[in-house]
């Protein structure tokens, strides 16, 4: 950090999913923190391993998922870090029950 200052501490202030016909977007906002920023937001199946991994660079935004159908529960997990190494991981998930 230049002049020695130090990033605030990192905090998930917002992790949501809705469900939108056969998508799902999910919504991400971290408080605190130095960029740049890097980490992922990952899609399991409860149960199953990841599915899909999308590649994230900033403290706030969406991605949008198209789930396997009938997937029951879908459990979606945000690992973002920043430029000086801490780091926050958070989850939610939605119930996938199209087409069933």
């Known amino acids: ?19 939108q016909a056969e998508r799902v977007v999910v919504t ?8 740049p920023f890097s980490g992922t937001v990952s899609a399991a199946v409860q149960g199953q391993p990841t599915y899909q991994t999308y590649p994230i660079t900033a403290a706030s935004g969406t991605v949008t998922d198209t789930p ?3 997937a029951g529960v ?11 190494g801490a780091y926050v991981s958070g989850s939610a998930s939605a119930l996938i029950d199209r087409d069933c």
């Not at 879908?74 to 000086?84: E, F, K, M, N």
């Open 1 to 19: 950090m230049p002049g020695g200052t130090s990033c605030p501490s990192m905090a998930i202030t917002t992790l949501t999913v809705h469900v």
């Open 28 to 35: 991400w906002n971290v408080a605190g923190g130095c960029g």
């Open 68 to 70: 396997p159908r009938c």
């Open 74 to 84: 879908v459990i979606y997990r945000l690992t973002l870090a920043d430029g000086s």
